[in-house]
């Protein structure tokens, strides 16, 4: 196929997290909004002249001085955020919002506060506590620790709009984006699709990391290309799979996934698009922020949340997804020392191995990705397994 409209361009806006469009943001006044999560609900950062961006740190080599402050025995994840913020690489952050549902990365934050890493007179940080179980006492408390975490100190350190009218803007600005992703998503259900993980993982990440008003135009235009966009002749796919699993924001893990010729149809993993790349229904008779936070509890498929119900969804999501997207496998994938995914990919795989016979797998990785063997081993082997079972499945319906 040939080369999607500007995927070089993404790739090189993927190279820092202070890009070129955070920068363009930046120097036109506006407030740079730092997160790693989907407790802190996208939308509301970019109200007014707010813009979010969801870390990361990409270019990651030691992590000698996390180790240090923070040990070896937390996600690579948070620890490449301490090391780059040590680095003084987020300095063009306004504020960072965290949440107190992964503690590794809360101690992230506090440690990033506490030494002063970011060179900015005004920067602050919010850590909001998020409730266990969706319940409408549980919405009251997510919407008041959002109010005065985040919308108020945003409000009184930097005059931003925080009124309905502003979040009504932002939810429009944001449903924009997520229809482009909408209309690319479904071309992952074709038979020979156009789109590769890779582009897909690329394109996704762009849309976090890169403020919403500065990224559309480029993504409207790669949907423009996508469109008439025809796939290779030959189908070179050999498993359908689903990810599932901790903070990815390494586009390495695709390109493996791509040389393994396992195509990702739905990715849903921290900073893939489910969740996070819907649109967001908002009534004009009741009041966007509860409307927003909500969304945001309603959708949050993270682990962290314990109660019977959403565990139960969680795995019939999964189920839904293998339908939907015509998978043949799944794949959880773990960061290293994710307490989170550790167990839910035990429990995960257990249900799932009671309700259905789709081949399942589990990882575990670095935060840096790019160059591992043993991951391309693995995903090698489970591809290989699957076509097996396809031929074993195909000889027993013609032997019967
Ligand atoms: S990957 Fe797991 S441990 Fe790391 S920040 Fe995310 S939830 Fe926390």
Redesign the pocket.
């Known amino acids: 196929m040939k080369d999607l409209k500007h995927i070089h361009f993404y790739e090189q806006l993927l190279d820092e997290a202070n890009n070129d469009l955070v920068r363009k943001e930046k120097a036109e006044g506006k407030i740079a909004v730092g997160y790693?999560c989907y407790y802190v609900p996208e939308v509301l950062l970019n109200v007014g002249d707010a813009f979010s961006v969801r870390l990361r740190a990409p270019r990651t080599g030691s992590l000698d001085i996390s180790q240090y402050y923070m040990t070896a025995f937390i996600?690579g994840?948070?620890r490449a955020l301490f090391e780059r913020a040590f680095e003084g690489g987020y300095n063009f952050l306004d504020y960072w919002c965290s949440s107190e549902t992964?503690q590794?990365?809360n101690r992230v934050v506090e440690n990033v506060d506490h030494l002063k890493l970011v060179a900015n007179a005004k920067f602050g940080h919010g850590i909001i506590d998020a409730p266990l179980k969706v319940s409408e006492h549980g919405l009251k408390h997510y919407m008041t620790q959002i109010k005065t975490e985040i919308l108020e100190p945003l409000h009184e350190k930097y005059g931003v709009d925080i009124s309905d009218e502003s979040i009504r803007r932002a939810v429009k600005e944001h449903n924009e984006m997520c229809k482009i992703f909408e209309e690319i998503s479904e071309l992952r259900k074709e038979k020979n699709p156009r789109i590769t993980p890779r582009e897909m993982h690329i394109l996704s990440l762009v849309s976090y990391a890169c403020p919403t008003a500065q990224i559309l135009p480029y993504l409207k235009e790669t949907l423009e290309d996508l469109r008439s966009r025809e796939a290779d002749p030959e189908n070179k796919w050999r498993a359908r799979l689903i990810v599932v699993g901790?903070?990815l924001d390494d586009y390495s893990f695709s390109e493996i996934m791509e040389s393994c010729r396992a195509y990702v149809v739905a990715d849903r993993y921290?900073f893939g698009t489910i969740p996070g790349r819907q649109c967001i229904p908002l009534k004009d008779d009741e009041p966007a922020l509860e409307q927003v936070c909500k969304y945001y509890l309603d959708t949050n498929a993270c682990p962290r949340f314990m109660s019977q119900e959403k565990v139960h969804a969680r795995h019939e999501e999964l189920l839904r997804y293998a339908e939907e997207y015509h998978a043949d496998g799944i794949v959880y994938e773990q960061?290293k020392?994710?307490?989170?995914?550790g167990y839910e990919k035990l429990i995960g795989t257990a249900y799932l191995k009671e309700k259905t016979n789709l081949p399942m797998t589990s990882v575990d990785r670095e935060y840096v990705i790019s160059g591992s063997g043993q991951l391309m081993t693995r995903i090698q082997a489970f591809v290989e397994s699957i076509g097996i079972k396809k031929i074993q499945k195909n000889r027993g319906a013609n032997n019967g």
Do not use: G
């Open positions: 790693t996600c994840y948070s992964c590794q990365m901790s903070e921290c960061a020392f994710c307490d989170f995914w």
